[in-house]
């Protein structure tokens, strides 16, 4: 016997190691998982172990490159400076434009879900961070952070940036975390597609990508439209950036669903600083309960601006008719009142407005003329028409005995007279 | 008077590295390992503690002391991931098992060998957590992508071929 062990010493070590990992694994995979911890307690003790190991070491190689580059952009190099703020001194008008064209829309929202009881939950207390680690294996994508549990931080706590989210807290240590990148396989997301507002469930992929494969074919949903949290997950607060769709097929895997890949709106690859959401409220902050103030104040004061400049406008406008019409025909003017020689210094008159207008002279007058036809009281039934006798300048009144032919007997007047014209066809 | 007979290569190129060494070098692997993908994000395709596992295998000619270098360089990687801790530990002990038989049988001083064993361990490094992967933990999303992995070989072939270079100047004169 104490032959074979001798002989067999190095394929035995090898067993025993292999069957003791095996055995391990198995442990791991088969612990029912407790709330608030990812693993069991001796395996984050050993994690806890290799994390305190390590990170020290990080955390004084971040610290190092970080002075490094702090002094080099803060002091060295400025240039385009300038130029970047005042160009971020546009930006900020451009936002604070946009701001005031959704603040509107956005208290009326705040409105309608106070009616609807909708419970809505807003980022309150965010904790910064910077990274400082990877896992540093491609099939694990994690990083770690320079915050932990003395900073306020627990499990399942949302991370994001500016641009989107980034993924959620796994194990937390003292003084340093572990973050879960949406791109792991074993990350996931409750989400929303913004154009069609049809709720998926994301997920990440072996391969690093985002995808999203509990969705059936529809063509509503096209490469290019922006995909926010749902809030259903009770992870990420509703309305936080994801990402946009950059391919749609199906999967060949799973069918009928399609594999939907998303371009994550944050850089995953290269992150720096990152920021933990630590709270969550109900009501809006106050910082944003202030900015959505003065952008309501910007929208209506720019509404107030816009709508006496069109009341402006359309007084121009109509100053500016009256005028060309004054202008261009001359009966406008009252001949019997002389014309007003006030006028404005502009050349417009005082008041384009009161002048009556009066028709232009006849150039050739019948019996249509205005004034060539007596009034319907001097008119007898059966009285003989008479051959009408136009005016003849346009400023002589009728002839009093000038009659029409009447309206009963049109015949005879169309035989007696033939020099009245018939109107009718 | 007992006089020392060699018998074997191993007996005659077996070499041992000073304590610090056996312990900083790998702390350091691992330390990089996980510090250089976040400036450099292309630079997760290297794997640092697979070669200095390697490294130690092959030069001690010991599978015994090559299996447990694996497995603790191993479990120490699994330790800062987010996968059930055995993972690399497993592949890892496997691998420097079969360094350190290698370099037993073989001249591993030779530039070529070193170039051939590197990319051969690489790659069934990658057969290895796949089979975990993909068997023993059940991910059925996991694949092999060969192209990645002969590109991944071959990378950290080069890489390997300087860093044994200098660690060649860590051993413990006999």
């Known amino acids: 016997m104490e032959s074979f062990f001798t002989r067999f010493k190095n394929v035995l070590v090898l067993v025993a190691i292999l069957l003791a990992q095996t055995i391990g694994l198995a442990v791991q995979v088969r612990r029912p998982v407790e709330s608030g911890t990812p693993d069991g307690a001796s395996v984050t003790l050993i994690r806890y172990w290799a994390v305190s190991t390590i990170t020290p070491l990080e955390r004084l190689f971040h610290g190092f490159g970080y002075n490094i580059r702090y002094a080099w952009s803060n002091y060295i190099d400025l240039r385009h400076t300038r130029q970047q703020n005042h160009e971020l001194q546009e930006q900020i008008s451009r936002l604070r434009l946009e701001q005031a064209a959704l603040s509107e829309d956005a208290i009326q929202g705040h409105r309608l879900q106070a009616l609807l009881d909708f419970q809505q939950h807003y980022v309150a207390t965010t904790v910064a961070a910077q990274v400082i680690g990877t896992s540093g294996n491609d099939l694990s994508r994690v990083l770690y952070i320079d915050k932990g549990s003395k900073d306020g931080l627990k499990s399942d706590q949302a991370v994001i940036t500016p641009d989107g989210i980034i993924g959620k807290l796994r194990d937390v240590f003292p003084h340093t975390a572990q973050v879960l990148l949406i791109n792991d ?59 946009t769709i950059e391919s749609i097929r199906p999967d060949p895997d799973h069918q009928p669903y399609t594999l939907i890949q998303l371009r994550p709106a944050a850089n995953l690859n290269q992150l720096e600083e990152v920021l933990v959401i630590t709270g969550t409220q109900a009501t809006l902050p106050p910082e944003a309960q202030h900015d959505l103030a003065v952008g309501v104040a910007t929208a209506q004061s720019q509404a107030a601006a816009k709508q006496l400049a069109d009341q402006q406008a359309a007084e121009a406008a109509a100053k500016s008719a009256a005028q060309i019409v004054a202008d261009h025909l001359p009966s406008l003017h009252d001949s019997d009142t002389p014309e007003t020689t006030d006028a404005a210094p502009g050349g417009a008159p005082s008041n384009p407005g009161g002048v009556v207008p009066k028709p232009l002279p006849t150039v050739h007058p019948d019996r249509y003329t205005q004034g060539a036809t007596p009034p319907a009281a001097d008119l007898k039934p059966g009285a003989e028409s008479t051959p009408v006798t136009p005016p003849q300048s346009p400023s002589s009144a009728p002839p009093p005995n000038a009659t029409q032919p009447a309206p009963n007997k049109p015949h005879k007047s169309l035989s007696d007279s033939p020099q009245t014209t018939n109107p009718q066809p | 008077m007992a006089t020392r007979s060699y018998t074997s290569r191993r007996e005659l190129e077996q070499h041992s590295f000073s304590p610090a060494v056996t312990v900083l070098v790998p702390l350091a692997a691992i330390l990089l390992q996980a ?9 997760a395709i290297l794997d640092l503690p697979l070669i200095i596992t390697v490294f130690f295998a092959v030069s001690r000619r010991n599978p015994v002391a090559g299996t447990l270098t694996g497995a603790l360089i191993g479990l120490l990687q ?38 051939i064993m590197n990319f051969g361990f690489f790659l069934l490094n990658s057969l290895l957590l796949f089979l975990i992967n993909r068997r023993l933990l059940g991910h059925s999303d996991v694949h092999i992508l060969w192209l990645h992995e002969l590109l991944r070989a071959a990378v950290n072939t080069v890489v390997a071929l300087p860093i044994f270079f200098l660690l060649d100047r860590t051993r413990r004169a006999e």
């Open chain 1, 185 to 243: 396989q074993t990350s996931g997301a409750g989400v929303l597609l913004a154009t069609t507002r049809i709720r998926a469930i994301l997920r990440g992929s072996a391969t690093g990508q985002i995808i999203i494969n509990n969705l059936t074919p529809d063509s509503r949903i096209k490469p290019g439209d922006q995909v926010l949290t749902s809030g259903g997950d009770l992870v990420y607060p509703r309305g936080l950036a994801v990402g």
């Open chain 2, 78 to 115: 699994d330790a800062l991931t987010n996968q059930p801790i055995g993972v690399n530990g497993m592949a890892k002990s496997v691998l420097g098992y079969i360094a350190a038989s290698i370099g037993i049988q073989i001249d591993v001083e030779n530039l070529t060998t070193r170039v």
């Open chain 2, 35 to 43: 510090f250089l993908p976040r400036p450099f994000p292309k630079l």
